[in-house]
């Protein structure tokens, strides 16, 4: 995947993100938008999977923690053709298959059904060790919050995960620095992030998680790694790609307005 296809694929899946919460009248834009780089890196590069066959054994798996940035993973599946793109319009309605938070039963590429903050990383590990155990070479890949990693569980998770050695598990963490109150620093203060995962005996990397180059190599890094678990912390902007929405933490769970709508996908397209 070239750079001018990358900033096409995320372009389209930005307008998309916007579109659907704007028809919804409710979501997570803000988050959505700070994944999609990484996201698309992933599924459109980097991971091994059949769209038409999802639940094929030997596929990588990958688990939103930050269950609520839904329609950021949604747009992607979507784009990569898991389901048709209308499908999108239809977010949070009675009888979809798209829900609020991702849904493993219902929704075509969803690996975890999540939305309770901080099990993400928990199960990756059941879904890592259960690889190594039945000798398959399959890699997963969790994307949690920067405001998630104040959860208790999330550092159980992180401790076990080096305890067994599995470094068939990469973590992201999307460090965009705000979480739905207000900023990381003010509300519980998580750093420093790098240090404490290396002590807790992980491989860490810190990326610009807008940066096609730097996400990629960082992914392939991480497949050569042996021996530890692997989490790239990867600065982002909340509500990316949007003037209004970036750094505005009042953008976390609100949907724009038509007026709004029309102005962001403007933006986005270049054509504001």
């Known amino acids: 995947m070239d750079l001018l296809e990358f900033r096409k694929i995320t372009q389209q899946i930005r307008v998309n993100i916007i579109e659907m919460v704007a028809a919804a009248g409710t ?8 994944i999609v780089d990484i996201l ?46 209308k499908t999108l319009m239809t977010l949070r309605k009675f009888n979809s298959i798209l829900q609020g938070h991702p849904d493993m039963k219902n929704t075509p590429g969803v690996d975890m059904s999540s939305g309770s ?16 155990l039945d000798a398959k070479d399959y890699r997963v890949y969790v994307m949690v919050g920067d405001g998630e990693i104040q959860e208790g569980q999330i550092w159980e998770a992180i401790m076990t995960a080096a305890h067994y ?34 002590a807790f005996g992980w491989y860490v990397m810190e990326i610009d998680g807008h940066t096609m180059q730097e996400i990629s190599e960082a992914i392939d890094k991480a497949k050569m790694l042996k021996g530890k678990p692997t989490a790239i912390i990867a600065k982002t902007v909340k ?21 709004q709508k029309h102005q962001a996908i403007a933006e986005l397209e270049g054509t504001l």
């Open 27 to 34: 979501g997570h834009p803000g988050g959505s938008l700070s």
């Open 40 to 85: 698309t890196v992933l599924y459109f590069d980097k991971m091994r999977l059949r769209v038409e066959e999802p639940k094929w054994e030997e596929r990588d798996r990958f688990i939103l923690s930050k269950g609520h940035a839904a329609p950021g993973l949604y747009a992607v599946l979507a784009e990569r053709g898991f389901f048709p793109k």
């Open 117 to 132: 903050l901080g099990q993400g990383l928990s199960v990756a590990n059941g879904m890592a060790l259960s690889g190594k």
């Open 165 to 198: 050695k599995l470094d068939n598990v990469t973590m992201f963490v999307d460090h965009n620095g705000l979480q739905i109150n207000g900023p990381n620093d003010r509300v519980m203060g998580i750093k420093p992030i790098k240090e404490k995962l290396l």
């Open 239 to 259: 509500g990316k790609g949007v003037s209004f929405m970036e750094n505005q933490v009042d953008w976390h769970g609100v949907a724009p307005n038509q007026e």
